[in-house]
């Protein structure tokens, strides 16, 4: 089994940043982040036993999200090859499972991106 890399992030440091490759997944250890549309609105706060960047189980994955650390945060990072082999490992089948999952989230988040820029857009 891969060793997995375990990251400190001081508070106000970006993860990562929307559109950028998404080739690693975190699991929070301690602390608090923040997860960010692309005009720096908050999507939600995500703390210790969360996870963020899912997208990184895509192949060409891109981020949706920025990711800024609120407080002193530590997270365990697993590069896209590790997670994709943990889950080759235990089943075959997950990999198409967990890739059509995360599409479904997508198409489900550009949706709701759509309907509130039309709610934002809509006369008073």
């Known amino acids: 089994m891969a060793t997995f890399k375990e990251n400190s992030f001081q508070p106000g440091h970006i ?3 929307v559109g ?3 080739d690693k997944l ?6 608090k982040l ?3 549309d692309e005009s720096g609105g908050l999507i939600s706060t995500i703390s210790k036993g969360q996870s963020f960047g899912e997208q990184a189980f ?3 994955g891109i981020r949706g999200a920025t990711v800024k650390a609120v407080d002193e945060a530590i997270c365990i990072e697993i590069s896209s090859e590790d997670a994709n082999s943990l889950l080759g490992a235990t089943s075959n089948l ?3 499972i967990f890739e059509a999952l995360l599409l479904q989230q997508n198409m489900t988040n550009e949706l709701a991106k759509c309907r509130k820029t039309n709610i934002d857009d809509a006369p008073d």
Do not use: D, H, N, S
């Not at 975190?26 to 602390?31: A, E, M, P």
């Open 20 to 22: 950028e490759l998404a």
């Open 94 to 96: 997950l990999i198409p």
């Open 26 to 31: 975190y699991f929070v250890k301690q602390g």
């Open 15 to 17: 993860v990562f940043t």
């Open 34 to 36: 923040q997860i960010l």
């Open 58 to 60: 895509l192949i060409g």
